[in-house]
């Protein structure tokens, strides 16, 4: 089943901007409203944005509240979270998404966002991988690729091949994002489903052994034996313990996969890197991995 593609942006076009985790401030937003509006878009900016509750940007019903105005708004044609960190999990309960399915609209964002890519495309609608406005300063690739992703320009990327690379070929929806949120977010009715799939995972500042367990929790779950191909995104900041774990973080995600066919790319420009490259998730892509790696989209 093909999921329903929200219309792309055209200047004048409303964006909204929500926290639906971690708080942020004016200052820290401002570079992005700045880049927004010289896109030609309209930014509105949700009610309870900048508030604060410990570390979150305000309380739950706070939070939900700012998304939920946003998506029942049908003049706003985009909703990119400012920033992630932890805490949509916390809200994704409380959301209707009715307005959403009769109006749909991109929702952006990567890390702590991966809840909403994943519920939403259980509602049946694509959404966008990408960078956010905390990060709209560290890379101006990765911020032109959203551009260009947001207005309907064409996003198809070829990289370098990894050694640890496995060749191949294979077509399928693209899902995923972040793997200790799809870890988190297993058995739940935001779990997703990855038959004939492209997978794309990414990570940031976790333990080795911790890797290992969120793969093997992915793999006893059923989530890796029926892929079409897996794509491995930046995973940065590993750490490990006083005695080491023994294996790399790419050996680990190889061995969780040994007895699968299927094609698996590593180093994909997406994550929690300054390079993070835009995708449509819940579109179907095809990934050719050889002497380069290269995503098209279908």
């Known amino acids: 089943m093909n999921l329903i593609q929200p219309a792309y942006l055209k200047k004048g076009d409303k964006i909204g901007i929500v926290a639906c ?26 009610k309870n944005l900048f508030n604060s509750d410990n570390q979150y940007s305000g309380t739950d019903s706070e939070r939900a509240e700012d998304l939920q105005l946003m998506l029942n708004d049908s003049s706003i044609k985009a909703v990119i979270s400012a920033r992630g960190g932890y805490g949509t999990v916390r809200i994704i309960d409380k959301i209707d998404f009715t307005e959403l399915k009769k109006h749909p609209k991109w929702v952006v964002g ?42 309907g320009e064409k996003l198809n990327y070829e990289i370098a091949t990894h050694h640890l690379n496995k060749k191949g070929c294979a077509e399928g929806e693209l899902i995923g994002g972040n793997l200790s949120l799809i870890y988190a977010l297993t058995g739940s009715i935001s779990d997703i489903d990855t038959k004939d799939k492209i997978l794309f995972i990414e990570d940031l500042d976790e333990y080795l052994y911790h890797i290992d367990r969120m793969m093997i929790n992915l793999k006893r779950s059923g989530k890796l034996s029926n892929l079409a191909g897996l794509i491995i995104g930046g ?51 095809k990934l050719n991995v050889g002497e380069k790696t290269a995503l098209t989209y279908l």
């Not at 985790?21 to 570079?31: G, Q």
């Not at 299927?262 to 995708?279: L, W």
């Open 21 to 46: 985790a971690r708080k942020i401030s004016k200052e820290e937003i401002k570079p992005a409203c700045d880049i927004l509006k010289s896109w030609g878009l309209e930014i509105v900016l949700s």
């Open 110 to 151: 990567y890390s702590d966002i991966t809840v909403l890519h994943s519920h939403i495309h259980k509602v049946g609608i694509e959404t966008m991988h990408a960078t956010m406005p905390i990060n709209f300063t560290k890379n101006e690739e990765s911020v032109e690729s959203l551009r260009a992703a947001l207005f």
């Open 235 to 285: 995973m940065t900041d590993m750490k490990d313990n006083t005695i080491p774990y023994g294996k790399t973080v790419e050996e680990i995600i190889l061995d969780a996969v040994a007895e699968y066919n299927y094609t698996v790319c590593f180093s994909f420009p997406a994550g929690h890197i300054d390079k993070n490259m835009a995708v449509y998730l819940g579109r179907k892509v």
